[in-house]
């Protein structure tokens, strides 16, 4: 069974908006990156069984790195 991701919008004042829910660690990747291409706002999720923000972060849509994870830069 394939965990599913919550994907959350980190808002300028510090609070998130819930923006999704996709099945797989493969598809949160995509939607974060599909998300940041249209805001300025960072994009992070949410593994939904264990609740643990998982170890990947996509970085505002302006920044030379996309996606940060585990320490490595991706695309």
């Given at each position: 069974?394939?965990?599913?991701?919550?994907?959350?919008?980190?808002?300028?004042?510090?609070?998130?908006?819930?923006?999704?829910?996709?099945?797989?660690?493969?598809?949160?990747?995509?939607?974060?990156?599909d998300?940041?291409e249209?805001?300025?706002?960072?994009?992070?999720?949410?593994?939904?069984?264990?609740?643990?923000?998982?170890?990947?972060?996509?970085?505002?849509?302006?920044?030379?790195?996309?996606?940060?994870?585990?320490?490595?830069?991706?695309?």
């Amino acid at each position: 069974m394939r965990p599913e991701y919550d994907i959350f919008e980190k808002l300028p004042d510090g609070s998130s908006n819930w923006r999704a829910c996709v099945p797989g660690q493969y598809e949160a990747e995509r939607k974060l990156q599909d998300l940041a291409e249209h805001s300025v706002n960072e994009f992070f999720a949410v593994e939904i069984n264990s609740r643990q923000l998982e170890p990947f972060i996509v970085l505002r849509s302006n920044s030379p790195e996309r996606i940060a994870i585990q320490g490595k830069r991706v695309a």
